[in-house]
């Protein structure tokens, strides 16, 4: 595995900024998750150290050194993508084994065998081997397509959003498995989604992005609790943070302040301010209250089996509230 470091990277395709001068740093072994929504630059930043884009401007590195003249196949990444793109009329033998039968990579059939082996193992897919492609399910599937890039042992994987077509049941299975493949190979991983819950279980760092722009990087929990922006804070939390007007449920602010966030976890009731409930839902694990105070909506958590309903009266107040000026950039 290697690290891989993109230094004032820039991208455009005409008019559109699709990466503007990123400096990212993929620590090796890690597993790093980019996260932003649709035109954020996630996927062109994939491309751009796969070698399936030119950078305008900035330079990659993977494993130390400059690849900014190298091919994609001389760049030794392995990309997984949102679709299958397996070969329907191949086994999952034949489909495992056919980035290895590559004549630049020169790999003996008795290694291709181990390695088909050994990947369908940590796939949980031995069984499986001999069934032709059109034949698995939707998992299993994306099992594969995972596994053909996993054979290849490169210096970093890349996937780009491969959990998105599947239902949430296989996503959430299929987000363990690629946790534990991460954990057993060691590997370094970038992974980009739109999915904040892929970004909080999976990462051990996570990237934001804003119309090309890395705005903030760290752990998953760090971003979590200390935003740089409004943009970040709410790009993690689920349900979303409350973003309110200073004074509303507080009488203290720091200088420049215009708005509050606050964590729906961070609320407590019993005193402070009147709130209205206007509807309970219950989750299971957890219920959420969603309450009207003035004409500002707030969510917040409550007991798995509270007795509230709609229409009754609580009181509520700040805890650990976070502050951000005009602009939405955070006040310390």
């Known amino acids: ?94 489909n495992l084994a056919f980035p290895l039968r590559s004549p630049i990579l020169k790999t003996t059939k008795d290694e291709i065998e181990r390695k088909v082996r050994e990947v369908a193992e940590v796939l949980h897919i031995p069984h499986k081997l001999d069934n032709k492609a059109t034949e698995l399910s939707g998992g299993e599937m994306q099992r594969v397509s995972i596994g053909r890039a996993l054979v290849r042992d490169p210096s970093i994987y890349l996937m780009d959003e491969p959990l998105s077509s599947l239902d949430a049941k296989l996503r959430a299975d299929l987000r363990v498995e690629l946790k534990r493949i991460h954990a057993e190979l060691a590997a370094t991983l970038l992974y980009v989604t739109h999915d904040q819950i892929e970004a909080m279980t999976m990462a051990t760092h996570v990237g934001v992005l804003d119309e090309g722009h890395l705005v903030q990087f760290g752990t998953p929990r760090d971003i979590y609790e200390n935003p740089s922006t409004i943009y970040v804070a709410a790009r993690l939390g689920q349900p979303r943070i409350n973003l309110l007007p200073v004074g509303l449920l507080e009488s203290v602010a720091p200088h420049g302040a215009e708005t509050m966030g606050l964590r729906p976890e961070n609320i407590s009731h019993g005193t402070g301010r009147d709130a209205s409930v206007v509807r309970v839902e219950h989750l299971g694990d957890q219920t959420r209250l969603h309450l009207k105070v003035a004409d500002h909506d707030v969510i917040t958590l409550t007991e798995p089996h509270t007795s509230l309903a709609p229409g009754e009266t609580i009181q509520i107040a700040p805890l650990n509230p976070i502050y951000f000026d005009v602009q939405g950039a955070r006040i310390s």
């Open 1 to 94: 595995m290697a690290e891989v470091k993109l230094s004032g990277v820039s991208k455009s395709f005409k008019t559109t900024k699709a990466v503007v001068d990123m400096d990212l740093t993929v620590p090796d072994g890690a597993f790093v998750v980019l996260l932003g929504p649709t035109g954020a630059g996630k996927t062109t930043t994939l491309r751009l150290i796969a070698g399936l884009e030119n950078s305008d401007s900035g330079s990659i590195e993977i494993g130390g050194e400059v690849v900014d003249d190298l091919t994609p196949a001389q760049r030794d990444v392995a990309m997984v993508f949102q679709q299958y793109s397996l070969y329907p009329h191949l086994s999952v033998r034949d």
